[in-house]
């Protein structure tokens, strides 16, 4: 078998192999399964206590329905537009698959959203609060939701400000009667995400949240270490995305 030898590659080997036309997502996932247990055994934590989130955008339904047969069942994507018209069909065929929302959520697609996800990790503004509340008691569908923290307080970034989290936290909690299941966070592009996944672990650890989602295809190992329950990998699972046409 192939995973053993997989494993001991080297990052730049690994990222190679990705976008290699032998490598398949189920054998991706396979291998990088068995990072994630290596990185949390290293960590002194209990590999089931990491969720690999694969995030399936700008992927086609085939190359989805390929892991989702393997039997990979968490996924992410990041536009309702595209999630309606890919999800539907892979959700009556998996009943068990578990989608998150990892992209910014406008006020007017919340209703579809709450229909067709199941974990929303980008709640990050007060009216988006109100709305999600809103809605989800009207469907009856209380979906667990993460708080995106714009760590590195880019001006770019979505995210709730690191200031203003600790507030936002209890507002969301108590105001608005949210989930509150984690904190989620993208670091800026140039700085090492370590200190980010330490800063937000931080705001998690003050605020009583569980669940960190933190660390893509390139820097799941350190997130992991600094306590991810949630690594959210794209190109290490599927290569490269596709470019838009
Ligand atoms: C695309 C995306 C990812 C996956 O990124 P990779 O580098 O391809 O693993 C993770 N999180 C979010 C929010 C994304 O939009």
Redesign the pocket.
């Known amino acids: 078998m192939s995973v053993v030898s997989d494993t001991e590659t080297n990052a730049s080997d690994a990222e190679k192999k990705y976008s290699g036309a032998k490598s398949t997502a189920s054998t991706n996932l396979s291998s990088l399964s068995t990072r994630i247990v290596r990185a949390s055994l290293k960590a002194g934590r209990n590999p089931a206590d990491v969720l690999l989130v694969a ?1 399936s ?1 700008a992927h086609t339904v085939e190359r989805i329905r390929e892991t989702l047969s393997a039997g990979h069942r968490a996924y ?1 994507e ?1 536009r309702i537009q595209e999630a309606l018209q890919k999800w539907p069909a892979l959700k009556s065929d998996y009943p068990d698959a578990q989608l998150h929302l ?2 910014r959520l406008q006020t007017n697609k919340v209703r579809d959203a709450v229909a067709l996800f199941d974990v929303i ?2 709640l990050d503004r007060p009216r988006l609060a109100a709305k999600l509340a809103e809605e989800m008691s009207r469907q009856s569908r209380h979906l667990p939701c993460f708080i995106q923290v714009n760590t590195g307080e880019e001006p770019q970034k979505v995210g709730i400000s690191p200031k203003d989290a600790d507030l936002f936290i209890q507002a969301c909690r108590v105001e608005y009667g949210l989930n509150i299941h984690g904190l ?1 966070c ?1 670091p800026p592009r140039n700085e090492e995400s370590a200190v980010h996944f330490a800063f937000l672990r931080e705001i998690a650890r003050r605020n009583d949240v569980a669940s960190l989602s933190m660390g ?3 820097d799941f190992e350190t997130a992991i270490e600094l306590g991810a329950t949630h690594v ?6 599927f290569g490269e ?1 596709p470019i838009k046409p």
Do not use: D, P
């Not at 959210?232 to 699972?237: E, N, S």
């Open positions: 995030i955008k992410g990041n990892v992209g990790e980008t989620m993208i893509m295809s390139a959210r990998l794209g190109t290490a699972v995305r």
